[in-house]
């Protein structure tokens, strides 16, 4: 999994900057396939193109339920009056034929009889029994030469590019598959990703807080965040303020997992052991970036271990995301970077959901940082999209981003934007 080593390690980069490290290293690490029976597939990145291998429709069939007839029978004004020979419902096709002034009762999807070319819709007809000839039909409104027909082949041809490699399948992307016959697809393995919370302070849901002691919030919103977009995390118990038991636990989770996520224990203060244990053992592909809030994220892998027979480092082949411990950094920093890294891993070709939107109020910006604001996505009469934004914007106050939706990317540099303005959004 583990990119060449990369040193010195870019520090204090852009989010651009950041992102394209991460997709590089991604397109590097890209995770192999498997085959899935379709029920299972959903969600799932296909890993190989998909052509057609049978026409569909496959056979010329009814739009409509109604009668089918030679369009050359009717007549050019008025209505007309044909004998009913028959009928033809969805399902196997009976060997009959549309002779010259008849036509046959049939549903839609139903294949079309040998002869009839046209099929004129249940309402714009009376059937007319008599007793000596048989029902007819009278044909009140005319129709348009081969109107109602479904023709082979107008949807698909044989040798048709249907789906292509890195596309989410979608429940009508199954559904084109399913309707060429196929009963399993290839796709690419889904990431395995260990999420770790670190910190002395924190204490789980549920048990008695001592003073000086935070419940433990960080976890459930990283693991809820990482289900939402498809993954089965596996939750590690949190980790102590101590480097020799951190050390020892991420060892343990490179060597069984693809992704390590963890949260806080990333800055420069004297209990933040992750910096200084990718230094020495790990391969730091940037640590910070300039982003509120989220600067201190860290990315690496592991540098290979010396003697190491079977080419893992030190660390396993786990590729390391290490977030801020702060609840809306976590947020912030999984949604512009956690994603990119979970959906290159998977050769991913669709970007994630972004929206512009119009400010409903002004927003000022002093700091050179690029910002991730919380806001609140609405959409006006006229179709147009809008976000206002959230006046709380330190990254611990989670109130806010639960009160939000989406969050406002605020470009580097100072910005005094007005109500009205466009913005790029990130909705979560």
């Known amino acids: 999994m583990t990119a060449a080593p990369t040193s010195p390690f870019p520090s204090r980069i852009g989010l651009d900057e950041a992102l394209a490290i991460v997709r590089a290293v991604a397109v590097k690490c890209r995770l192999?396939?498997?085959s899935l029976a379709l029920q299972r597939a959903h969600?799932?990145?296909?890993?190989?193109?998909l052509h057609a291998v049978i026409d569909q429709p496959g056979f010329d069939n009814s739009a409509m339920d109604g009668f089918a007839l030679r369009h050359a029978d009717l007549a050019s004004e008025g209505e007309t009056v044909l004998?009913?020979?028959g009928e033809q419902f969805a399902g196997r096709a009976l060997d009959v034929e549309v002779q010259p002034g008849t036509c046959l009762r049939i549903t839609t999807g139903a294949p079309m009889p040998r002869g009839a070319d046209t099929v004129v819709i249940k309402e714009?007809?009376?059937v007319e029994s008599t007793s000596l000839?048989?029902?007819r039909v009278r044909i009140l409104q005319s129709a348009k030469p081969g109107q109602h027909v479904r023709r082979a082949g107008e949807d698909v041809r044989v040798g048709d590019a249907l789906l292509a490699a890195g596309q989410v399948l979608t429940p009508s992307r199954i559904a084109l598959a399913a309707g060429q016959g196929q009963d399993r697809l290839d796709v690419v393995r889904r990431p395995t990703v260990a999420v770790f919370t670190t910190g002395d302070e924190l204490v789980e849901p549920g048990l008695p807080l001592q003073p000086g002691q935070l419940y433990n919030s960080n976890r459930e919103l990283l693991m809820g965040l990482l289900r939402a977009d498809g993954f089965e995390p596996v939750a590690w118990p949190t980790l102590p303020d101590d480097a020799d038991a951190v050390e020892n636990a991420l060892r343990h989770a490179g060597h069984a997992f693809d992704v390590v996520i963890t949260c806080g224990g990333v800055s420069a203060g004297e209990k933040d052991h992750l910096p200084a244990l990718f230094r020495r053992v790990g391969d730091v592909h940037f640590w910070k970036v300039r982003m509120k809030p989220g600067m201190p994220v860290l990315f690496a892998g592991s540098r290979p271990a010396q003697g190491d027979d079977d080419g893992h480092?030190?660390?396993g082949d786990a590729l390391f995301l290490c977030l801020p411990g702060n609840p809306v950094s976590v947020l912030a920093t999984y949604l512009a970077l956690g994603r990119s890294l979970?959906?290159?891993?998977q050769g991913r070709g669709e970007a994630r959901l972004r929206l512009r939107a119009r400010l409903q109020a002004p927003l000022c910006k002093t700091h050179e940082r690029l910002e991730l604001l919380r806001g609140r996505l609405s959409f006006g009469d006229d179709g147009a999209v809008h976000v206002e934004p959230n006046p709380a914007d330190g990254s611990h106050r989670m109130r806010a981003a639960a009160d939000s939706d989406a969050l406002i990317v605020l470009s580097e540099g100072p910005l005094d934007l007005q109500?009205?303005?466009p913005v790029d959004v990130l909705p979560y």
Not at 43 to 48: D, E, I, Q, T, Y
């Open 32 to 34: 192999g396939s498997e």
């Open 133 to 135: 000839d048989g029902d």
């Open 313 to 315: 480092g030190g660390l």
């Open 83 to 85: 004998t009913l020979v």
């Open 342 to 345: 979970l959906d290159g891993l």
């Open 419 to 421: 109500a009205g303005d």
């Open 124 to 126: 714009n007809t009376r």
């Open 43 to 49: 969600g799932r990145v296909l890993a190989r193109d």
